[in-house]
């Protein structure tokens, strides 16, 4: 099975630019999870999508938003990029059903994103 | 209070010796528990789960759950400087679907 995979892998954008990043999940899975990962907080969740709906958020600006396709793909949406922004972008998918094991997340390569 | 707490370290452990890595969790109706390992510049792998109190061991990892003093370690064995990364600990958090939850992660470093 392919794994989950984050397009694309680096991107520079200056502040006040948005950007747009992919997540394709592992096939079957129809969850996904967005993480922001910085050297000083560690990873932050951001929002999971589950059938195409938003079921968690984090404790992000509205700035962050993201949606999730019939196919199970998901995309991250930042808009008005701050400098404060540049992290590791990382989602991780799962089989998002509640039963033991149906929870555990796999890792997309992640997306560098630096804001100048 | 932080819902998963871990020491940021560096943990320094000698090549061959036993790393002990450890977690502790606010919530005590936490179900699932998770250890990662992320190389530098790399992306969270899974090493494994653990749901009942207990060892669990998978190869030279073993995960141990305590519920009732909540906390989850995870001990790897004959310690290889391949090892040498940060383990994050993630926590099921109950309350809502899919809300796991990190720590900050360890770092280890085994010295050859």
């Known amino acids: 099975k392919a794994g989950v995979t984050q397009t694309p892998r680096y991107l520079i954008k200056t502040r006040g630019q948005q950007v747009t990043l992919s997540c394709s999940p592992i096939s079957g899975h129809r969850s996904v999870s967005w993480y922001q990962q910085t050297p000083g907080q560690g990873l932050q969740f951001l929002f999971e999508?589950?059938?195409?709906?938003?079921?968690n958020k984090g404790n992000f600006p509205g700035r962050f938003s993201g949606r999730q396709f019939s196919n199970s793909r998901s995309e991250m949406n930042v808009s008005t990029l701050e400098l404060g922004d540049s992290a590791l972008y990382l989602c991780?998918?799962?089989?998002?059903?509640?039963?033991?094991?149906?929870?555990?997340?796999?890792f997309g390569p992640g997306t560098r994103l630096l804001v100048l | 209070q932080k819902e998963v707490e871990q020491n940021s370290g560096p943990l320094s452990v000698p090549e061959g010796a036993i790393a002990s890595l450890n977690c502790t969790y606010s919530?005590?109706?936490?179900?699932?528990f998770f250890w990662y390992r992320q190389y530098s510049g790399k992306s969270p792998e899974l090493i494994m789960s653990?749901?009942?109190?207990g060892d669990k061991e998978d190869g030279r990892f073993t995960a141990q759950l305590n519920k009732a003093s909540q906390y989850v370690s995870l001990l790897i064995r004959d310690s290889q400087p391949s090892d040498s990364a940060t383990y994050l600990c993630a926590v099921r958090v109950p309350g809502g679907y899919q809300k796991v939850t990190f720590g900050i992660g360890t770092k280890l470093q085994v010295i050859p």
């Open positions: 653990i749901y009942s109190n």
């Open positions: 999508y589950f059938s195409e709906t938003q079921r």
């Open positions: 919530d005590r109706g936490s179900q699932s």
């Open positions: 991780a998918s799962s089989l998002g059903g509640s039963s033991r094991g149906q929870e555990t997340q796999y």
